[in-house]
T-cell receptor, first 114, second 119 residues
Framework: AQSVAQPEDQVNVAEGNPLTVKCTYS??????LFWYVQYPNRGLQFLLK??????LVKGSYGFEAEFNKSQTSFHLKKPSALVSDSALYFC????????????FGKGTRLHILP | GAVVSQHPSRVICKSGTSVKIECRSL??????MFWYRQFPKQSLMLMAT?????????EQGVEKDKFLINHASLTLSTLTVTSAHPEDSSFYIC???????????????FGEGSRLTVL
């Protein structure tokens, strides 16, 4: 069965510093990988996805993520954090060869300190 | 593109009444929609998969008679919380799957969520 792990409940970063939100996954086949962001009392917004090809994926608001097949990771990154990046971030995986569901991680709350 | 509208955003009801939440895909057709429930400071819990023209598929532990799902058209799915109780108070979020002819990545696009408070 597929699964997603976000090992950090919360990440604190000073404004202007680079940020990383970690995600590892487990699927039996080949993965589609996604990152979503949720602001308070709002739905989830799609940030970026990995399908195939280039391991470095660029998405919305200056975010990017790197697919690492050997480490089964898909960490979210941004070179310079903004206070407005503070939100709840979800990693998700879908096994392209098997089950049709997208499975979400438990979420990581990102705090950008001014 | 890929906008999902959810209504109402907030609803307060009395215990024992029923509440309907609508989820619409505005600029694409969605044969599959999903309903999630989110508790404070917790992740998303998938409640059910809504399939256009057929019965919804419920996750284990979700009462199908309490959470009625109807997906009557390619752009509309509804969730009705029947005989609501205070423990049903939560944030309910719908999503629709976008599938293109070229790629079948099937990423989800989410509504803005509905905050239900049962008194």
């Amino acid at each position: 069965a597929q699964s997603v792990a976000q090992p950090e409940d919360q990440v604190n970063v000073a404004e202007g510093n680079p940020l990383t939100v970690k995600c590892t996954y487990s699927v039996s086949g080949n993965p589609y990988l996604f990152w979503y962001v949720q602001y308070p009392n709002r739905g989830l917004q799609f940030l970026l996805k990995y399908i195939t090809g280039d391991n470095l994926v660029k998405g919305s608001y200056g975010f990017e993520a790197e697919f690492n097949k050997s480490q089964t990771s898909f960490h979210l990154k941004k070179p310079s954090a903004l206070v407005s990046d503070s939100a709840l971030y979800f990693c998700a995986v879908r096994d392209r060869d098997r089950d049709d569901k997208i499975i979400f991680g438990k979420g990581t709350r990102l705090h950008i300190l001014p | 593109g890929a906008v999902v509208s959810q209504h109402p955003s907030r609803v307060i009801c009395k215990s024992g009444t029923s509440v309907k939440i609508e989820c619409r895909s505005l600029d694409f057709q969605a044969t599959t929609m999903f309903w999630y429930r989110q508790f404070p400071k917790q992740s998303l819990m998938l409640m059910a998969t809504s399939n256009e023209g057929s019965k919804a598929t419920y996750e284990q532990g979700v009462e199908k008679d309490k959470f009625l799902i109807n997906h009557a058209s390619l752009t509309l799915s509804t969730l009705t919380v029947t005989s609501a109780h205070p423990e049903d108070s939560s944030f309910y979020i719908c999503s629709a799957r976008l599938t293109t002819p070229v790629t079948n990545t099937g990423e989800l696009f989410f509504g803005e969520g509905s905050r239900l408070t049962v008194l």
